[in-house]
C-alpha cells in the first residue's frame, strides 16, 4: 500500500514535539496507532519503522521525539523520565485523534521496549486508546530491577549517584550524563558491547546522543510496570521471545492483564526486534492482525 509521510509537530506540556505520520493513501478516516521505542531512543531507530510498516497496512502511525529528546523541544535534554513521557504519549494520542485523516474512535499504541512501560501506563488512563500491542516488552517492578541491577546494593548505588546528580542540577543547572551504551566505560547505563546502539548502520545515528542523565536513576528504577497490568482493560498482545529481555516481566504482566489478551512467543534477541528480518516482520505482522480486529 502506498504510503505518505507528513513532518509533524505538537505540544506537550508546553514543549512542541516532533514526529513522522504515516499515512496510507486511503479516501476515509483509517485507524491510528502510536507508535515508541527503547529507553533514551530517538525516532529513527526504531519506531519509525515499525510506524511506516503498520501504514503500509492501511493502519495511520504516529513517530515522534520525546521532550528533550531528538528534533523536540525541552531542557534539559536527554532525561529518561517515564511521568513525561507518559506525557508526550497522551499528547501525541490527542493529536492523532484530531487529525482529518484518522477515525478518532479507532486509536491504538504500540510501544517498543521500554515503551512498552510507557504506552501502557497512558492507556490505563486515556479513554482514546482502545488497542495495545507491546514488542519486546521491557517491563519491570522492584524486584526485577534487582534481578538486573545487581541487587539491593546495586539499586542503591544507582539511586545514590543519581540524587547526587540530581542535587548538581539543582543547584548549577549542569546535568551530568553517562553513555547509555559503551564497551569500555564502566559508568555506562548498559555497560556492555551491543551492536545495534553502536553500529551506525544500525542504532548508532547522529541524531541519537548516546548518553544517560544521571539523575533518571530514581524516575527509571522506581516505576512499576508490572502494577499496571490489572487497571489495563484493553484488548492487548505482547509479541517477545525468551531469548530477549526479561521474559519473566512479560510473563507476569501478561497474568495480570484485565482484558482480553494474547501472549506470542517468537524467536529473536530484544536487538533483533528492532531492525532485524524476519523478527521484525513477525511482530508488525502480529500487531496488525491484532489491530486490525481491536479497532
Same mark, same amino acid.
Given at each position: 500500500?502506498?504510503?505518505?509521510?507528513?513532518?509533524?509537530?505538537?505540544?506537550?506540556?508546553?514543549?512542541?514535539?516532533?514526529?513522522?505520520?504515516?499515512?496510507?493513501?486511503?479516501?476515509?478516516?483509517?485507524?491510528?496507532?502510536?507508535?515508541?521505542?527503547?529507553? &533514551?531512543?530517538?525516532?529513527?531507530?526504531?519506531?519509525?519503522?515499525?510506524?511506516?510498516?503498520?501504514?503500509?497496512?492501511?493502519?495511520?502511525?504516529?513517530?515522534?521525539?520525546?521532550?528533550?529528546?531528538?528534533?523536540?523541544? !525541552?531542557?534539559?535534554?536527554?532525561?529518561?523520565?517515564?511521568?513525561?513521557?507518559?506525557?508526550?504519549?497522551?499528547?501525541? &494520542?490527542?493529536?492523532?485523534? !484530531?487529525?482529518?485523516?484518522?477515525?478518532?474512535?479507532? #486509536?491504538?499504541?504500540?510501544?517498543?521496549?521500554?515503551?512498552?512501560?510507557?504506552?501502557?501506563?497512558?492507556?490505563?488512563?486515556?479513554?482514546?486508546?482502545?488497542?495495545?500491542?507491546?514488542?519486546?516488552?521491557?517491563?519491570?517492578?522492584?524486584?526485577?530491577?534487582?534481578?538486573?541491577?545487581?541487587?539491593?546494593?546495586?539499586?542503591?548505588?544507582?539511586?545514590?549517584?543519581?540524587?547526587?546528580?540530581?542535587?548538581?542540577?539543582?543547584?548549577? !543547572?549542569?546535568?551530568?550524563?553517562?553513555?547509555?551504551?559503551?564497551?569500555?566505560?564502566?559508568?555506562?547505563?548498559?555497560?556492555?558491547?551491543?551492536?545495534?546502539?553502536?553500529?551506525?548502520?544500525?542504532?548508532?545515528?547522529?541524531?541519537?546522543?548516546?548518553?544517560?542523565?544521571?539523575?533518571?536513576?530514581?524516575?527509571? /528504577?522506581?516505576?512499576?510496570?508490572?502494577?499496571?497490568?490489572?487497571? /489495563?482493560?484493553?484488548?492487548?498482545?505482547?509479541?517477545?521471545?525468551?531469548?530477549?529481555? #526479561?521474559?519473566?516481566?512479560?510473563?507476569?504482566?501478561?497474568?495480570?492483564?484485565? !482484558?482480553?489478551?494474547?501472549?506470542?512467543? #517468537?524467536?529473536?534477541?530484544?536487538?533483533?526486534?528492532?531492525?532485524?528480518?524476519?523478527?521484525?516482520?513477525?511482530?508488525?505482522?502480529?500487531?496488525?492482525?491484532?489491530?486490525?480486529?481491536? /479497532?
Amino acid at each position: 500500500m502506498t504510503v505518505r509521510t507528513e513532518l509533524v509537530r505538537f505540544d506537550s506540556v508546553g514543549s512542541t514535539l516532533v514526529g513522522n505520520l504515516f499515512l496510507p493513501e486511503i479516501d476515509s478516516a483509517v485507524p491510528a496507532v502510536v507508535v515508541a521505542g527503547t529507553w &533514551t531512543s530517538v525516532k529513527e531507530q526504531m519506531a519509525d519503522r515499525y510506524a511506516e510498516r503498520l501504514a503500509e497496512h492501511g493502519i495511520a502511525a504516529l513517530s515522534f521525539d520525546f521532550t528533550g529528546f531528538g528534533a523536540s523541544e !525541552g531542557q534539559p535534554r536527554d532525561i529518561e523520565s517515564p511521568s513525561a513521557k507518559v506525557a508526550d504519549i497522551r499528547a501525541a &494520542t490527542a493529536f492523532l485523534a !484530531g487529525h482529518p485523516a484518522v477515525a478518532s474512535d479507532r #486509536i491504538g499504541a504500540l510501544g517498543v521496549c521500554a515503551a512498552a512501560m510507557y504506552m501502557s501506563a497512558s492507556a490505563a488512563d486515556d479513554p482514546l486508546v482502545r488497542s495495545l500491542a507491546l514488542v519486546a516488552p521491557w517491563l519491570h517492578d522492584a524486584e526485577i530491577c534487582r534481578e538486573i541491577y545487581g541487587g539491593e546494593a546495586g539499586i542503591a548505588e544507582r539511586l545514590a549517584a543519581g540524587e547526587a546528580a540530581r542535587q548538581r542540577y539543582e543547584a548549577t !543547572g549542569v546535568v551530568e550524563y553517562v553513555p547509555v551504551v559503551s564497551a569500555t566505560d564502566p559508568r555506562a547505563a548498559m555497560p556492555y558491547d551491543i551492536d545495534f546502539y553502536l553500529n551506525p548502520e544500525r542504532g548508532g545515528i547522529p541524531q541519537w546522543g548516546n548518553r544517560f542523565a544521571v539523575l533518571a536513576w530514581a524516575g527509571w /528504577l522506581g516505576f512499576d510496570s508490572i502494577a499496571l497490568a490489572p487497571r /489495563l482493560t484493553v484488548p492487548a498482545i505482547l509479541v517477545h521471545s525468551e531469548d530477549a529481555a #526479561i521474559p519473566d516481566g512479560a510473563r507476569r504482566f501478561h497474568a495480570g492483564l484485565a !482484558g482480553p489478551k494474547r501472549l506470542l512467543w #517468537i524467536s529473536g534477541t530484544q536487538f533483533d526486534f528492532y531492525d532485524q528480518e524476519p523478527t521484525v516482520s513477525t511482530a508488525v505482522d502480529a500487531a496488525v492482525v491484532h489491530f486490525r480486529s481491536t /479497532l
